[in-house]
């Protein structure tokens, strides 16, 4: 089979690595890809929001598969492109897509199935929405979130009525986040460990991953901006298998069975970002797809042939599939870029990789996040460069590998946290 996935992250990079050990593949591309991916897949420069050009390519190189992984082609629906031209893919539609690109129809979703969420109001109106955060009745801290995609930074957690205030103007009135902000939801701040669990699901049944813990924020100590994710471990210590088996029952299956009940079955990964709360888990938001870096941390515990798994979401067969992951923890550190989020240079050299991008002498796997290859060496050329990851049977041999592994390797500037896993 001829398999093309479109993105070109950490994320890309961990599918593609999974996908390359089925036995069925053979030619696997990425749009657009990038320089680590390029040793792996065959990467085509066009760009992943690209609908027309992706069902193009897609047409005429007789793709078999496509696995759409980014949340912006899923929100303006690729996969609704390319099943109308008779492609098969892995990803929801634009209905389903809503569940993250909407948090206004989430939190609706919520409400009306009876799933555990924060409570919230929601805004259409930046003046009706400061004098909400004005009057008796919100207590403090109160968290403020754009309904649409926000590039992971349409979150903001207000100490005071001026903070909510101020976070109002710039979402509602100096539109930051340009449409994504018409809308707002304001809801109550929780407290607790979070969890990550992505899920398959074709929108009849679910099966769960291996759960993970991000770590978010870009210093020590959780200390410092908010990230794209610094780091993972799976599975995540706090998740127990009785919290599991309650997620499931008031969370998992709810969403997927409401989802269907609102006529847009949701096939594809569902991210549950989850808290564990003192009174139980709730939800914090869904992703229309894989987590990034969570995807990195759990796709190496996987065992199952990944297309496999794919192709029975697409044909809505899943419940006679049976998973099986290692009996093993896994560590993901992120080589950052220095001053990332904020500004930082790229074009620097890496050191420490192999021709083909991996580490030498050692078993941790690196996933190029934001890589070039060019002459037979790499560059930087993002925020989030490389992620190391290591599997081993305990929590603190994973991260001792993947630490090892990541000291190897440098650039210019290079960041990371030394702390991942023990939050
Ligand atoms: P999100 O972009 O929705 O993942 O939110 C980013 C982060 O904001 C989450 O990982 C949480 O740490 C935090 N957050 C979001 N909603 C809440 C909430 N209701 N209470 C407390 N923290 C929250
Ligand atoms: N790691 C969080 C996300 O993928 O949105």
Known sequence: MKVLVIGGGGREHAIIKALKKSDKITQLYAAPGNGGISRDARCVPIKATDIPAVTEFAAQNEIDYVVVA????????????????????FGPDKAAARIESSKVFAKDLMKKYGIPTAAYEIFSDADKAADYVKSNSVSFPLVIKADGLAFGKGVIIAANSDEASAAIDSIMREKRFGLSGLKIVIEEFLTGPEVSVLAFTDGKSIAPMVSSMDHKRAFENNEGPNTGGMGVIAPNPHYTDEIAR???????????????????????????????????????????????????????????????????????????????????????????SGGYPDVYKTGLAISGLDGNGNAKNSDAVIYHAGTEYRDGAFYTLGGRVLGVTAAASDLKSALESAYKTAEKISFEGVHYRRDIGKY
């Open 70 to 89: 980014p949340d912006d082609p899923l929100a303006i629906g690729m996969v609704d492109a390319l099943e109308e031209k008779g492609i098969r893919c």
């Open 246 to 336: 309650v997620c499931e029952k008031t969370i998992f299956l709810p969403t997927i069975k409401a989802m269907r009940e609102e006529g847009c079955p949701f096939k594809g990964c569902l991210y549950f970002g989850l808290m564990l709360t003192p009174s139980g888990p709730s939800v914090i938001e869904y992703n229309s797809r894989f987590g990034d870096p969570e995807t990195q941390a759990v796709l190496p515990l996987l065992e199952t042939d990944l297309l496999e798994i794919m192709e029975a979401v697409t044909d809505e067969r899943l419940s006679n599939l049976e998973i099986r992951w290692k009996n093993a923890h896994s560590a993901c550190v992120v080589l950052a």
